[in-house]
DNA sequence: CTGACTTTGTGCATGTATTCACAAGGGCGT
DNA sequence: ACGCCCTTGTGAATACATGCACAAAGTCAG
């Protein structure tokens, strides 16, 4: 066959961001019992487009049949494999407030290959206590936690300012993959990868669309209030 | 005309996604006394390339000074403005499971112009306690609560099961912003905008990353292991 | 007042992503 | 066995985003 796409480092960024999309996509019809989905309705499922679901499908390789579909269980094989979810992925939770803990008892974390394998804090009141059946460790364990376990994925819960300190001791023990709760920017060496989960920019951006709305439905004028001047400082920290 | 930029409409969406950015950075150095700082110092600060982010600034307006920089609090106020900062956006989480009580205690979610408003939640059990100052009501009062307080934007933190069917409720009550953190697929109409919160997708973003960095280290071959068939169907549900 | 120096704002080239539209390919009924 | 019909996979067109490189515009020293 032509195999020529799916080489080992053809998929482009965009992509392996909407993979996890149809994966969740296709687990649905799964369970639905549908075992065949056209491009069109994987697509309508998503929340995409057709055309690029199947643009994105294509750089894995050519699993469809023409004239019928997707087999839904070859390509959640398929999709789940191209995404490294067929392997263990050891986690680390590092910060066990609030967030920590929801992120700890989450059930949807500890499916797909990611297992929670250490939970730590620097609070001596935290560390000692179980949560989701896990002893929280103190944060001085961490990089013999982290080897002892071989964890790949650090999960950074902390305060602001905390993040970066942990930051450089997940990367110091090997850590390469990051995902950052905490609302600092993290700066790493290139072979180590950030994703950052910021509900506050998340809010913002929200913001900034409903502003527009509003301002295009009241009146095209008056979108801001001149009078009320921004509060300067606002404290980033914990 | 130079001025052109600026106009009602003309922002794109990437840049729409790092103002929040800048603007964490900016409190930051405004909170070390910093008084005026350049696009270099600035794109350090938050991780990005300088051209990138006076291209960005730039269509905001012309708020920096040739040969000098960018006033900090000035552009604070103005980045501000341009998200909608400036006014007051009364917020709604529903659900309060652990994730949901996580949001409703986090600290830097009521900073900003966002103030939480209400708590909703179906279970008998968690309606009538209280979580950060306010008590929990139940999900039968939603459209008389967020009428009452003027939701403009409500967040999503349920089990996926219950996710669309919060929001199809939301949105007939006029909410138009949405956050969601369920890990579901949320249909809306078109004037409605939701952004979603994921950390299952982000974690597997990750493993896609850490997948290829170990097989190019290890060995260009076998990526994949084809003895370990996948698990087929994981419920996607709470 | 002048000229050297700094940093912005932006035109242009390049790269990446999306979408259209259709030929290629495969199933299925007759 | 054949041809119709459906859906994939992809070339080509378009739209969007990034980053270089520099002229325009300001500061500041003397």
Redesign the interface.
Known sequence: MSQSANG??GIPEAT??R???Y???L??L??NGTATVSSEELAV???VNSAKLRKDLSHLGSYGTRGVGYDV?YL??QV????????D?P?AIIGL???G???A?????A????RIAALLDSDPTVVGTRIARLTVQHSDEMEAVIRRQRV??GVIATPAGSGQGVCDRLVAAGV????NFA???L?VPD?V?V?K?????????????????A??ADR?ARP??PD???E?????G?
Chains 1, 2 share one sequence.
């Open positions: 080992s480092h392996v961001a993979l996890p999309v994966l969740r996509a687990f649905q799964a369970e499922a998503a929340g269980e959640v094989y789940s494999r191209e995404l490294g979810l067929t392997q992925w986690v407030g609030n967030l803990r929801a992120l008892n989450y059930g949807g974390f499916s797909r290959g990611f790949s994925i390469t993959s990051i995902l609302p600092v920017i700066s072979h990868d994703r989960v910021d509900l506050s920019i998340e809010l913002q951006i929200l913001a900034f669309h409903a502003q527009r709305k301002s295009v095209p801001d209030r009320q001047a921004v300067a400082v606002e404290a980033v914990s």
